[in-house]
């Protein structure tokens, strides 16, 4: 079995709690006039503390692969690009194939079958792309 790793969030926690104990303890000390402005702190703090919560388990969700549309399973999406404001042009690998769908709400159609590893050797027929295409712009204003 693996050893638990000490995650972000238990960092975090570790390092905040006694934090938040401390300003806790300080704040029931302060005078009476003062409780508003630690209420307001206690408050703020904790907010920080939730908001910086969300995220370390965002990260770490992220970095174990749990994100969803994540590479598991005989489907993967190969490339993707927005055709519309709603339309894509979506690849998904199946097998030894790939195959081009058109991705609109409430459809899916199917556009092309082709072999796998087809599509990389269309992208890379494109020369330069958009670097050679502003060179030429930039290259034309000065003329």
């Keep these: 079995m693996m050893k638990p790793m000490p995650t972000v969030l238990a960092v975090a926690c570790s390092l905040l ?3 938040l104990a401390h ?3 300080a704040m029931d ?10 209420s ?12 910086l919560l969300i995220v370390a ?11 969803p549309g994540s590479a598991s399973g005989p489907l993967q999406v190969v490339a993707s690009t927005s055709v519309g404001t709603r ?7 199946v097998g030894e ?11 899916v159609n199917a556009l092309a079958t082709l072999p ?6 269309l992208t890379a027929a494109v020369p330069g792309g958009f670097a050679a295409r502003l060179q030429q712009l930039i290259e034309k204003r000065r003329a």
């Design 17 to 19: 709690l006694p934090a």
């Design 23 to 25: 300003a806790a303890t």
């Design 29 to 38: 000390a302060a005078a009476p006039e003062a409780s508003a402005a630690g």
């Design 40 to 51: 307001l702190l206690q408050v703020f703090i904790g907010l920080v503390a939730v908001l």
């Design 57 to 67: 388990t965002a990260w770490v969700g992220k970095r174990m692969g749990v994100a």
């Design 87 to 93: 339309e894509r042009v979506v690849v998904v690998e």
């Design 97 to 107: 194939s790939w195959l081009v769908l058109g991705v609109a709400p409430g459809s």
């Design 116 to 121: 796998r590893g087809e599509a990389r050797s």
